[in-house]
């Protein structure tokens, strides 16, 4: 049964830039109520008043447990109990696994795997007793690739696709829908100096109009773009070696990508430190 998105109560975390932005601005423009969320409470402040329609805009850290709470008890005092939540919060270290810092692979498990998590955990139990509610979580081809240059980011993504597999089981039947949304490489900051592989380099447009249409139409994998999906579950039905063939023409190496640009530097040092 298809749903509308006007009137909907839609909360997106890490929402003042990139995907979480246009995924707020279209939720906006097709009549829902927004809230979005942000490290800097000012700069998802003043991203909600550039946007159309009614979206507000709030501190959020999706790391810290009160934090959150408080990020979902003012959307539902603006606006009303949630029918959406989009985890879109995330970050990533790009480089050669041994050079990476422990503290960007502490920031990623915790922003993530653990921030997903704790929005799932916080924000479903109040779906089931209402008997409705949809989590979108904006994932990653990583959940099903693991890109060299990547391993840690992907081991956040993988375990982000198995604990949604697992928590989709126990709401089964309740009325509370679960999505993954897994796209390749977006234009964002996140992404800036990484290659695409063999698939085109996506726009935030893209994916925010998949969230759209999986609120929509209820599927729990969506991978953008769709022969992604196919083509990693084919790829695993062949031997290794031609496994390790075929994925090595697909997946981007991006250590060999990084490799002497600094162009990630001041990304990296801002929200991996």
Known sequence: ?????AGLVVAVTGGAAGIGREIARQFAVAGA?????????TTARTTAMELPGTVHGCELDVTDERSFHNFLATTEALLGPIDVLVNNAGVMWVGAFDTEPDTATARMIAVNLHGVIRGVRLTAPGMRTRGRGHIVTIASAASRLSPPGESTYAATKHGVLGYLTGVREELRGT????????????????????????AKLLQPADVARAVLAVVERPRFEVSIPGYVGPLTHLAGLLPQRLRDIVL?????????????????????KRTLS
């Open 1 to 5: 049964m298809k749903r509308i998105h």
């Open 33 to 41: 109520r927004v809230c979005i969320g942000d490290l800097s409470g």
């Open 175 to 198: 009325g509370v829908d679960l999505s993954v949304i897994m796209p390749g490489v977006v234009d964002t900051e996140l992404a800036a100096g990484t290659a695409t592989g063999a």
């Open 248 to 268: 090595r023409r697909a997946v981007p190496d991006q250590v060999a990508a990084v490799a002497g640009s600094s162009v990630r530097g001041k990304y990296e």
